[in-house]
């Protein structure tokens, strides 16, 4: 089995986080970054563990995080229909 479909049945869910940061070299831009990961919320560890990371490593200082998720399997929506029609 793949390993990402196993991880969203364990209520993984795709997070994206824009990370705004400022430019080492030019301290009056911001950057932005966009970083995608199968992550759990609300704690979200693997997020976590990227940006301690950035922190100790990456010269560019941290301005904003934005975080949004979404679970990619849930349960099947649907919808009586309204009316049925046949065409000859």
């Known amino acids: 089995m ?14 994206t986080a824009e990370i705004l940061y400022w430019m080492p070299d030019h301290k009056h831009v911001l950057q932005s970054f966009v970083w995608q990961n199968l992550d759990l919320a609300p704690r979200f560890p693997a997020l976590t563990k990227f940006l301690e990371f950035w922190d100790r490593n990456i010269d560019g200082k941290l301005h904003k995080v934005t975080v949004a998720n979404a ?3 849930k349960p099947a929506e649907f919808r009586f229909a309204s009316g049925l029609y046949a065409l000859h």
């Open 71 to 73: 679970q990619l399997i």
């Open 2 to 15: 793949d390993s990402s479909f196993v991880a969203q049945l364990k209520d993984y869910r795709i997070t």
